[in-house]
Every structure is written in C-alpha cells, then in structure tokens.
C-alpha cells in the first residue's frame, strides 16, 4: 500500500467540524473558530495542522508549529526547531501506518522535532527515532519531551537551577 | 466523610512504585529513580508531589511546582505561582471528592495555579473555579491551560507576536 498523504489543513468551518471527533480539542481550536468568526483568520487560510484524509474523512491530524531558534532550549547548536502536538489517529484507523506516515511528515523538514510524549507512547516515538531528553523540572515541569535530531544536531545541556 | 487527607510525597521507592498505577508516568518519575539510586537525592526527601493514601495505597496524586515570578507569562501583576500536573486519581477510586480534594490543597496555598486541562476536562477545572486562559501559540504551544486567580490577581495580556 502506498503511504498515506498528508497535506496540509486549512481553516475553515468544515475542519473545525471534522476536529470535534479528535479527543484533543481545547482553546487552541476554540480560538481558530472565534477568529474565523471575527474575520480575525481569512476561510481556508493555512492552518498550523497536518492531516490525513481517508475519502472526505479527517482520520489523522498533528500540529506542527515552528519555534524560533531564540526560544531553542532542547537542540545544540540552538535553531528553529518544530513543535508536535495532538498528534491523533482516530480510533476505527490505528495500526495502518497513519501515525507513522504523519511523524515522517514532520521529520521531512529536516528540522528537529520536539514533542511531548503521551501517557505510556515512548515505545511509538522510539521506533520512530525520537529520544527523551534529560528531565529538567523548569523546563519540562509536566512535559514528558522526547526529540528527534537530524544530523550534525545534539542535545542542549543544561546547569541545573 | 471528613474531607480526604492531601499529604507530601516522600521520594522513596515505595513511593516509586506506587506512581508505577498511574497512567501519567515518564521522564520526571525515571529521573527521580535515578537520582535516588544515584545519592543526588535523599531517601524520604520531599517531592513535589502531592497524594492521598487510602488505607495503605496511594490513590491520587499530583506535581506542584513553583514557578517563580520572573518566569510568570500568566498572572497580572506577575507573581510566583503553582503550576500543578500530573493530577490523576486511580480509577476504581474516582467519583469520591479526591480529585476535588487535591485542586482545593492546591488553591490553599493562596497562589495563583495553572494547569494544562486534559481532554475533556474542562468541566471539572470550571467547577473547581478555574478559567480558560486567551490562547497564544507562542506560550500555549499544544497546552489547554486553565487558571484559578486569587482575589486581586487578573490574566496578564500579551501582544500578538
């Protein structure tokens, strides 16, 4: 079977619908939708999500949201990286390779990737060569952060406070 | 029933093994591990965490953490504050005021608490007095933080960036 593809999600009312039946909903996509309302955001306008459609159906989504090197508290040397979260596959389409091709996605920026792994995923990121980082509490407080690095990049070391 | 007893978790590997029940386990709980075979922490230290016994067994628990006024992204006028993760009572224990028990010795401290509300939380956090913050994706990033300010304490605004 082909890899899925995974394009890029615009927003509009339509994906905001085809968001409710992720688990992870919250302000983030409350905020889009007040800000569509508001004119705020342009319809069909870029969103930060990547999806995978199965017919018409959203069955997989992440948002990748690039942070400037700046605020780089995890790469060495510090660079833009990109941030993963709610990545999804829902329920009936686990286990074909969604996930995996969504990850793929992420990591074919060749910018490193940094996520926070969910209750009991870490063998998923492994086998996806992601690494967990040294917990460090003032950074990570209740993140359980685990990376990808691209070559030549490495961890950022840090004195403890 | 007298209101169930929140009590400060002692770094031991009884303790340890106790988090192992809980779905919400990761670096933070392997990084103690190591530090406590390793001598950098005491055993019998204080954690930052927080839980109710039931008998013997440990039924609850949740992470405090102070952060401290100058990173302060949330309160108006910046302050320290308590960021509390990690909350999670064990199922066959749930419906019984423990969680309700641990968000009030959490407020207790009379510090302002943010916390990121996991799926489909919202409801609990909003009964507890806690509010939706503005979301803003350079701070929020994949969070869904939720709020409680005590009296004469605001949200702090931000500029688009």
Redesign the interface.
């Known amino acids: 079977m082909a890899a899925p593809t995974v394009e890029r999600l615009r927003v509009n009312y339509k994906t905001l619908e085809d968001f409710q039946n992720f ?6 996509e ?2 889009m939708k007040e800000e569509l309302e508001e004119n705020i955001i342009e319809n069909d306008s870029e969103s ?1 999500f990547y999806g995978i459609y199965f017919g018409n159906k959203l069955v997989a989504r992440m ?1 990748l ?1 690039l942070i400037k090197q700046k ?1 780089d508290h995890y790469f060495e040397p510090p660079q833009d990286y990109l ?1 993963l ?2 990545l999804e596959v829902l329920e009936p389409y686990r286990g074909q390779g969604f996930g995996e091709a969504m990850v793929n996605h992420a990591k074919s920026f060749n910018l490193p990737v940094k996520t ?2 969910r ?2 995923s ?1 063998h998923f990121w492994e086998k996806m060569g992601f690494e ?4 460090h ?2 950074r ?3 993140e ?2 685990y990376v990808w690095f691209p070559a030549g990049v490495s961890e950022q070391t840090h004195e403890e406070d």
């Open positions: 688990k992870e909903v919250g302000i983030q409350l905020s930060p948002c949201y605020y941030e979260w709610k926070n792994a209750q009991r870490d967990p980082v040294t917990y509490p003032e990570d407080r209740g359980n952060p």
